[in-house]
């Protein structure tokens, strides 16, 4: 059950949200393998003096930080296939692939409280985070 959140320096439709959300949460299906109901996928658009970018970008205003917080456990080829996948779906969608950086953060299960205040290690998730 990832957590993540998509930063832009630029106002998009209600439309393009939804497809940027979507982009990212279709990534997560493919590459971790997570359930398509398991959606957990928040964006937020700054006014470009808020959210500062690396220099040398040929349209700054299109960078974009998807940050993913997720349970210890994925593979390195699972992280790469992550990587590859959310950048290739943003691209598809206008976003030069040298704009997009993904930050993922891995939390142990004990770390993490769900359904009710529990601890995640202590529930059957429903899916595996070993691939």
């Known amino acids: 059950m990832p957590s993540s959140l998509i930063e832009v320096r630029r106002n998009y439709s209600e439309a ?39 220099p040398g970008l040929s349209q700054p ?16 080829d699972a992280k790469r296939a992550l990587y590859a ?8 969608l206008g976003i030069p692939r040298d704009h997009i950086t993904v930050v993922l953060r891995e939390i142990p299960t004990e770390n993490w409280g769900i359904r009710g205040g529990q601890a995640a290690c202590d529930v059957n998730l429903g899916f595996n985070v070993n691939v």
């Open 61 to 76: 205003e299109f960078f974009t930080l998807v940050s993913i917080d997720c349970f210890t456990g994925r593979s390195t």
């Open 85 to 92: 996948a959310v950048v290739g779906r943003l691209s598809d």
């Open 16 to 54: 393009e949200e939804v497809q940027l959300i979507d982009a990212v949460h279709e990534a997560l299906v493919e590459a971790f393998k997570i359930p398509e109901e398991d959606k957990d996928v928040r964006l937020i658009s700054y006014a470009p003096h808020r959210f500062s970018h690396r």
